[in-house]
């Protein structure tokens, strides 16, 4: 996430050095969600029938290798073409950690160790806002060298991920269920999952989740910016909402595995979201902006893992089709992904003010609310 987050924290720095528009650093700033939509679900489908621990160790260095490549891009084109292929490896990680995770744990367990894994995932986005931008960057020379040496190491990182993978042979477990690659077993799959009706709630979820996740973190430096906070304060602002991402994600599945209310618990975080979101608004730059923050990524953590965490419980889905689930729900969701940063950035160029996209963010946390409050009404007719 340290990757994928570093073109938004350096995104008002990049707007003036390479003369962006409103909406073609929007379209940067949704590209990655973008590769999701016609990836997610054959991406799922290859991590159940491979496994995830070869496909996340070469995905790692795809996006290593892209983010490389996206330190010499000189203009709108070469910096969108390389930030698709950082989505292109993403996309790995994604489904191939929750696959590992449905592998090595029960259906009804799989809430804190989904937290575990996306805990480090925030630490990475808080790192690059708080730290990378304000500290690793002007250190190493500018957002082009920080970008450089981030993809060195994780070319690193994958490498030794892929040779572990291999070691452990992790991946002839987790696909002992599947049929491999038969044209019909595949087709048998996707019919399953694609017809399940609660996992098309949580499609709807998963959409409003991203939409406005991605929305928030690929726009809020510039939005405090423009408020006129110093961009040193505004990345360290956006980490603020990391951080109480983190706390949500680490709080709200705990909770509602142990008492049985993963549900009911999508219900209040999307109310939660909404409040926040209402509150970034009108909360200029000063404590009430901050409490907003705070309360956004609170709501937001708490979303997060259990979207991941409710397929492999879901009847028909377990832990053989949860690579699948989970992208089907990301392969939709993402179009949501793409749509907030971009919306953001259109509706500015149009109005001349960020109030409009940020107004959406705010209604998506209504619709997580209402999709959860139908999901657990569903539960209860059962």
């Not at 048998?188 to 979820?205: A, M």
């Amino acid at each position: 996430m340290f990757v994928w987050f570093s073109l938004p924290a350096y995104l008002p720095t990049i707007i003036e050095e390479v003369g962006l528009s409103s909406t073609q650093a929007g379209i940067l700033a949704g590209a990655i969600p973008a590769t999701y939509i016609p990836l997610a679900l054959a991406t799922g489908l290859f991590v159940d029938r491979v496994g995830p621990g070869r496909v996340v160790g070469v995905g790692v260095v795809i996006y290593g290798l892209a983010q490389i490549g996206r330190s010499l891009a000189p203009d709108f084109l070469s910096l969108l073409a390389t930030t698709l292929l950082i989505g292109v490896g993403a996309t790995t990680i994604t489904f191939g950690l929750p696959k590992l995770v449905s592998v090595l744990f029960p259906a009804d367990e799989t809430g804190r160790p989904s937290a575990i894994y996306l805990v480090g995932a925030s630490a990475g986005s808080a790192l690059v806002f708080a730290i990378g931008r304000p500290i690793l960057g002007p250190a190493l020379g500018g957002w082009r060298a920080l970008f450089f040496w981030s993809g060195v190491v994780s070319v690193g990182y994958g490498v030794g991920w892929l040779l572990i993978a291999l070691a452990s042979r992790i991946d002839a477990t987790a696909v002992a269920d599947n049929d491999e690659f038969s044209v019909t077993g595949m087709l048998s799959d996707l019919r399953l999952v694609l017809s399940h009706r609660d996992l098309q709630l949580v499609v709807v979820i998963g959409t409003m989740y991203l939409f406005l996740n991605h929305g928030v973190q690929g726009w809020l430096p510039t939005v405090l910016e423009s408020r006129g906070l110093a961009a040193g304060l505004a990345g360290q602002a956006t980490s603020l909402f990391v951080l109480a991402y983190v706390g949500g994600v680490l709080v709200v599945p705990e909770l509602a595995d142990r008492f049985g209310i993963r549900r009911l618990a999508l219900v209040g975080c999307g109310s939660v979201t909404f409040l926040g979101g209402t509150g970034l608004l009108v909360g200029g730059t000063g404590l009430l902006m901050a409490l907003a923050i705070v309360v956004t990524g609170l709501g937001t953590g708490g979303i997060s893992p259990l979207v991941r965490a409710i397929p492999p419980a879901l009847e028909g889905i377990g832990a053989r089709l949860t690579g699948t689930a989970v992208g089907f729900i990301f392969a939709v969701g993402e179009i949501g992904g793409f749509l907030g940063p971009m919306l953001i950035g259109v509706l500015h160029d149009v109005t001349g003010s960020f109030l409009p996209g940020f107004a959406l963010l705010a209604a998506s946390g209504l619709v997580v609310a209402v999709s959860g409050a139908l999901l657990r009404r569903r539960e209860s007719a059962v």
